[in-house]
């Protein structure tokens, strides 16, 4: 009987042992994968930080909800969500003409000076980035998306890459199937991630193009065409600042980019496509006339994107400025 009791007894401290150990491997922040409770003890109040300094940065500027959210769709493009957009460096990726326009980023520099207060050494910028763009679409009108953080900050960037896999303006239907298709996206979500495009605006740079050569496979609506040619008079007269709303409401997320392209009135090429092409059609009527529907499929593409190829555990670093790799302070 005592024997018995001390099997017993060795067993419950082994149980607990496990326990301990696994909670510490839980919530230590040393995880070598994402986790939906991550900074739990190394950083308990990271959300709420990033969210109120974020309420602040939207009551000063409604379009950055928009900017935030394409930072992150360019940052997880190219070599994953590490926040590589980011370093200020000879291979900047910034230098890639598919980043003309991409703001916000001395936000994200703001933001981890503030988390580096409250959690030192800590939270990573690719984490910040993906929280920034989380906040965004919920305080755009948009669904709360409950993300898994854990992300480790990239020590390399390069500007060939960027050049190489941010998609193009020009993007056909097969090529953006396959662009997200890698990051693990079915054909829904794959077509719910274009509804990004809700929130912002085009520049006039990129469809100039398209307005003005002709195509006859082109099912634009004429009266928005013409509404274009006059924000966008030609070619030769418009600037880089010069830009069209992505859609009738370009301030709040919404479905209403599916219902603008149903009616032939998306601002690019691949707006026009997937509301044509049979694989993508029945989903973006359905995206039209069901909001919540396209928010369910939305929120999944989103933390399927923003977790694809990411650096975690001892790969990559924490940087403590988001502009520079921690080897040259």
């Known amino acids: 009987m005592e024997s018995w ?62 900017a935030f959210l394409r930072l992150l769709f360019h940052d997880c493009q190219v070599q994953g969500c590490d926040a590589s957009i ?86 056909n239907v097969d090529q953006l199937l396959h662009i997200f298709n890698a990051k693990g996206m079915d054909l829904q979500e794959s077509v719910a991630i274009l509804g990004g495009h809700t929130l912002g605006a085009g520049h006039c740079t990129n469809i100039v193009d398209r307005l003005y050569k002709t195509n006859l496979t082109d099912q634009m609506d004429p009266k928005f ?38 009616m032939g009135k998306g601002l690019f090429d691949i707006d026009s496509n997937i509301a044509r092409d049979s694989r993508t059609m029945t989903i973006v009527n359905q995206f039209a006339i069901d909001e919540e529907y396209f928010f369910q499929a939305f929120s999944s593409a989103f933390v399927k994107l923003s977790s694809a190829n990411v650096l975690t555990g001892n790969r990559g670093e924490v940087r403590l400025q988001c502009d520079q790799v921690n080897h040259l302070h």
């Open 86 to 171: 980011l370093l200020n460096s000879k291979y900047s990726e910034m230098q890639c003409s598919k980043n003309f326009g991409i703001r916000k980023l001395e936000e994200i520099g703001r933001l981890k000076l503030i988390l580096e207060v409250a959690c030192p050494r800590q939270v990573s910028c690719a984490d910040i980035i993906a929280l920034a763009a989380r906040d965004s679409v919920l305080f755009s009108g948009g669904p709360f998306i409950q993300i898994p953080l854990g992300r480790k900050d990239s020590t390399s960037c390069s500007s060939l890459q960027a050049d190489a896999y941010l998609p193009s303006t020009t993007i």
């Open 225 to 262: 065409q013409l509404a274009l040619k006059i924000g966008c008079p030609s070619k030769t007269l418009i600037n880089n600042l010069t830009f069209i709303p992505n859609d009738m409401t370009p301030t709040i997320f919404d479905n209403q980019y599916y219902r603008d392209i149903v």
């Open 5 to 66: 009791n001390a099997v017993m007894l060795l067993m419950q401290l082994i149980t607990t042992i496990v326990m301990i150990l696994g909670l510490c491997a839980e919530f230590s922040g040393g995880s070598n994968e994402l986790a939906y409770h991550y900074y739990d003890s190394s950083c308990p109040f990271v959300e709420d930080i990033v969210r109120k300094e974020m309420i602040s940065i939207f009551e000063a500027d409604p379009s950055a909800p928009a």
